[in-house]
Structure formats: C-alpha cells, structure tokens
C-alpha cells in the first residue's frame, strides 16, 4: 500500500514533527455513504482501496478528539486451533478509556516508520503484534473483516481493519505486562467475560462466531 500524500504532514499539509504522527482518513472519504456500525465484511476491498487512496499521516493529539478523522488500527485476533488470545488492559495502560476491559484484539496506530517496507497496513499490524507479544516463528495472518463504533468516544475516531492470525502453538506472550495480560481461552472462558469485553471486541466476537 502506498499512500497519495508524501512526508508526514497534518491536515493542512503543514509539516508537525513534534507530536506522534499516525494514519488518519477523513471520514468523508472512508464513508461516501452512511457509515456501518460494528463488524462489517461488506466492501473490504473498497475501503481498504481508501485507506491508501486517501490516508495521510497527522499529529496524534489534533485528531484524537476530532471525528472528522478517523485513526486507521490494524485489530488482530490471535487463534490457535478453537482457542483465541484474549487479554486484560490494565492500569497501566495507555489508553484510559479502555482500562480494565478485556480484548480479543490487540493492535495500534499506523506510523510513518511502517511506510518502510512492504504493504502498510500489514507492515503496521506486525509491528504493533510484535511489540505487543512474543510469537511462535511461523505465523499467518489474513483480514477478515472491519470494525467501526461511532456510538462512543474512542470509536468514533477510529477505524479497525481486522486480520485474524493463525499460530501452530500456544506459546504466545505478553511483552508490555505492565499495560497487558492473556492468555489463550476457551470460547466459554471468553463468554464467561463477555460483558466485560471492549466494544470492537463484542463485534468481533459476535462477527466472527468466535463463542459459538
């Protein structure tokens, strides 16, 4: 993926090299139409031609509050044979609004460092994986889906493409354990919490069948 506007510039295409710089799409562009609330496999090859038709890096603190944009996160789902990776935000998480929700995804923002090799999105989504957990070597990851949540503050600037990815063993851990716990669970360890799960986390679960 390639994006049309070169550099790290912000809205107005003015250079900003002091904030954390992160993918955006102006809402306008993703949604032509009404948006869809939720999981979502309808148009996947449509709205991943906008993300990189129309994405453009801007400084983090001017589009976290401002739905005009939305913040492009790769959100993956970790699954080893029925079993799916589910973790704990914790305190000291960075993300406030999200602390002491449990999550079938992990994931973060697109940066301009993931423009350096390959594909973007999936230049980004391992990056984030990689910093986020330890892996088995082989793995295979494959989008499966898109998220949006416009009914609260933290969805209504973001924008979640979903990859789901398969590994050969459960031998995955946390690294940032201070922000983070998991550990694979059995579809009814994850319904058992299921009222505890962040909101993109029900619509995956509830997309994906993941709990039956």
């Not at 959100?75 to 080893?80: C, E, K, M």
């Not at 390959?118 to 088995?136: F, I, K, Q, T, Y």
């Not at 694979?184 to 299921?194: M, S």
């Amino acid at each position: 993926m390639t994006l049309s506007r070169g550099g790290i510039r912000g809205p107005q295409g003015q250079q900003d090299c002091v904030s954390e710089h992160v993918l955006v799409v102006p809402r306008s562009r993703l949604f032509p139409r009404e948006p869809f609330q939720g999981f979502s496999r309808e148009g996947l090859p449509l709205y991943l031609a906008a993300i990189a038709r129309d994405g453009f890096f801007a400084p983090r603190d001017r589009v976290e509050e401002d739905p005009s944009f939305k913040q492009i996160i790769p959100y993956v789902v970790l699954r080893h044979r029925d079993r799916i990776f589910l973790v704990k935000r914790t305190h000291g998480g960075g993300e406030a609004r999200l602390r002491d929700k449990y999550s079938v995804g992990l994931g973060g923002h697109i940066t301009p460092a993931d423009q350096d090799s390959g594909d973007l999105l999936e230049s980004g989504m391992a990056r984030e994986l990689r910093e986020e957990v330890e892996l088995p070597l082989e793995w295979r990851a494959r989008v499966v889906g898109l998220l949006n949540d416009d009914q609260e503050p933290v969805g209504r600037v973001h924008f979640g493409v979903v990859y789901q990815v398969d590994v050969p063993e459960p031998t995955v851990r946390v690294r940032e354990t201070t922000k983070l716990s998991g550990d694979f669970a059995t579809p009814e360890q994850v319904r058992e919490v299921y009222h505890r799960l962040e909101s993109w986390s029900r619509y995956v679960v509830d997309g994906l069948a993941l709990v039956g």
